[in-house]
């Protein structure tokens, strides 16, 4: 990697973290975009594993009062569960698969409430929210708009969602951390591997950018919270399905 292609990193981590510490999704999917255009997939998920986990650690520190801790337990159950299962199978996505899955994610903030039968209160749907986005995060690097589903039948204020919904994603990261965190030293870096530094840098991107995205998060209202984070996470969706289209097209 080269100096510029660091700094990208870094600069893409900061903007993500402070964009979820905002909005609670988006940031995730714009970082993953990025770090796939740079890294070998399985490189782009293990860092991008990394740096979010450190994101969604800050916002669920910052937000500590307001997470609904029980239904993180729940949640985590479903996670391991799902991380028991896949580590009998052997995967990895292709660049192609990770674009065009995260422009297919706006779908899901866009259906009714009304048709989802699903709340994280209820301990069996925690459960299954978090083997499937676990799965999901692993399988395309992103899971935050399948996290929400579990939420947005339920009446949680801005700062409830961005704090238990951080809380939720620590387990799809960790899991990104765990099946791929190999790939990290395998990233040439002037002749080595990726090593301690950029991680170490990306985690303190991640962490200054979720206080960045904290402040910004008090200062907005409800109305404003709850209008533009759909039709922001649609835009960017937009745009990464239009490069999986392209990169599977271009073989």
Known sequence: MSGLSI??????????SAISGLLGMAG???????????????AALALH???QLASNLA?????????????????????????????FVAFQPSKAAVFIGMGLLPILVWVPPRLIPLDAARPTHAVAGGFLATVMALAVGVSGPLSELFLVRSSLNRHEVIGTKAAFQVFAH?????????????????G???GLALVAG????????AALGRRFLDAISED???????????????GFLIQGLRLLAGG
């Open 7 to 16: 700094g990208l990193v870094l600069a893409a981590v900061f903007a993500a």
């Open 28 to 42: 995730g999917s714009l970082l993953m975009a990025v770090l796939t255009l740079i890294l070998p997939v399985s």
């Open 202 to 209: 990306a985690v303190v991107a991640a962490v200054l950018g």
């Open 174 to 190: 960790l899991a990104k951390l765990i099946f791929y965190g190999g790939a990290l030293f395998a990233i040439d870096t002037d």
């Open 224 to 238: 404003h919270f709850r209008r533009w984070r759909r039709w922001i996470f649609t835009a960017l969706g937009a």
């Open 49 to 51: 594993g990394a740096a």
């Open 59 to 87: 916002r669920a520190g910052f937000n500590a009062r307001h997470v609904r801790y029980r239904t993180v337990g729940w949640f985590g159950l479903g996670a391991v569960a799902s991380m028991a299962l896949l580590s």
């Open 192 to 194: 080595e591997g990726l």
